[in-house]
């Protein structure tokens, strides 16, 4: 990749310093949100599909097990509209207002779609502790357990493909929403078992299942909802930090810090040089540091690299 330069020097009485930012001709915070884009696209046609054969199945039956399958199915479809304008508005260029770009409406996004998760699992624990006070009996059982396995697979496809996408670029948001997805997934294939339960004669089989989806989803809450906040309360992740390290083992820094906006990571660091070491040298140290992390750490959108010298 095509880079150019900036360098601001700064003149102090014990060390000099050097900032220089990483600036692509072929901007990789633009490509990542094309792709993030394509891949909330595509997994979305995909869940649609699904849902669509699904629909037959919920109205023959009146399964509340599938029924909650189906809800989850819509929900994550409702999810992608945000998660795509994000992505959609990341392509756009930074201006004066929002000098930053618009990154942090992906990470708005991802509050988003917890709390789609979490309005699900409350629908769905609704409707299961009503199927036990008013239990209902259900038909064309051979109608449910098929269309839960085509819930599976359908849900487990767009899960891999939105967590494979999503880590590729960095988004917590298209990897929370892969593990919706995924989530979903295993969500059908017990609804095939409340099926086998229902067709041995267990009447408790079905809303019992719609429970354990209900746990399922509040778990993703949970686990998912840490991540997100995190990154909007600008904090990042200790893997990141460790990858970070990782990289810059065989320098001699300090003050590192990152901090991500969106899929895009912004970080940090001051590289300690050698007193004798020239402007132009400085400048060749920092353009052989950025290009390593570039190198080593993919989704890293711009570095801030200050040289300094030893006292």
């Known amino acids: 990749m095509t880079t150019e330069t900036t360098v601001h020097r700064h003149s102090h009485p014990h060390d000099h ?20 884009l394509w891949a909330v696209k595509w997994s979305t046609a995909g869940l649609l599909i699904t849902v669509l054969l699904q629909v037959g199945a919920v109205y023959w039956s009146g399964s509340v097990a599938l029924l909650a399958d189906l809800l989850h199915n819509v929900g994550d479809i409702i999810s992608a509209l945000p998660l795509g304008i994000a992505f959609w508005l990341g392509r756009l260029s930074p201006n004066r207002r929002f000098q930053y770009g618009y990154g942090r409406v992906e990470d708005l996004a991802g ?24 239990p209902q009996p259900l038909e064309h059982l051979g109608a449910v357990a098929i269309a839960a396995s085509i819930g599976f697979i359908g849900n487990e496809s767009v899960a891999l493909f939105r967590i494979r996408v999503g880590k590729e670029i960095g988004s917590a948001a298209l990897v929370a929403d892969g593990y919706h997805a995924r989530t979903d997934g295993l ?3 017990a609804v095939v078992v409340s099926a086998v339960g229902l067709w041995l004669g267990y009447a408790w089989a079905d809303p019992v299942v719609g429970l354990g989806i209900t746990c399922a989803l509040l778990h993703i809450v949970w686990e998912s909802g840490q991540t997100v906040l995190t990154r909007l309360l600008d904090g990042v992740e200790p893997e990141t930090t460790d990858d970070l390290q990782h990289a810059l083992e065989a320098y001699n820094y300090t003050d590192l810090k990152a901090r991500w906006m969106g899929h895009q990571l912004y970080t940090q660091v001051c590289l300690i040089v050698d007193p004798a070491v020239s402007m132009e040298e400085g400048e060749a140290i920092a353009h052989q540091v950025r290009s390593h992390l570039q190198q080593e750490i993919p989704y ?12």
């Open 17 to 36: 310093d050097a900032c220089t930012h990483s600036h692509g001709v072929i901007d990789p915070s633009l490509a990542s949100s094309e792709r993030g």
């Open 111 to 134: 509050v988003m779609i917890i709390l789609i998760i979490a309005a699900s699992a409350v629908a769905t624990g609704y409707e299961s502790i009503q199927r036990f006070i008013h």
């Open 300 to 311: 890293l959108s711009d570095i801030c690299i200050q040289l300094q010298t030893q006292r």
């Open 187 to 189: 969500v059908s294939l």
